[in-house]
Nanobody
């Protein structure tokens, strides 16, 4: 069973920055970030695959940067120019190498989830 532990959430004013980290106990093909607000479905934010290919939701493109450490087991999300609409619980997730070359941009691509870390952006 893969363990994922997020850290780095908090409160910030609009225009500010936060960095989220997610420590995984083993590597995977997809490593991604999702976010969720109460009453809404979990929304994909960004992902990086084992080849280093990164993808972003249109809502965060140009503001967020996803990366991994050299050991490829720590996922990082650098969030800049934050907006109140970015307020949500952020979750990291990894797959189990079960699919051949998944796109890494949907909940269905992932098998393991962290507990989440809250990000609050005030106007």
């Amino acid at each position: 069973q893969v363990q994922l532990v997020e850290s780095g959430g908090g409160s910030v004013q609009a225009g500010g920055s936060l960095t989220l980290s997610c420590a995984a106990t083993q590597s995977s093909f997809c490593m991604g970030w999702f976010r969720q607000v109460p009453g809404k479905e979990r929304e994909w934010v960004a992902a990086i695959d084992s080849r280093g290919r990164t993808t972003y939701a249109d809502s965060v493109k140009g503001r967020f940067t996803v990366s991994k450490d050299n050991a490829k087991t720590t996922l990082i999300l650098q969030m800049d120019s934050l907006k109140p609409d970015d307020t949500a619980m952020y979750f990291c997730a990894t797959d189990d190498w079960g699919k051949p070359f998944p796109k890494c941009d949907s909940v269905a691509d992932y098998a393991y989830w962290g507990q989440g870390t809250q990000v609050t952006v005030s106007s």
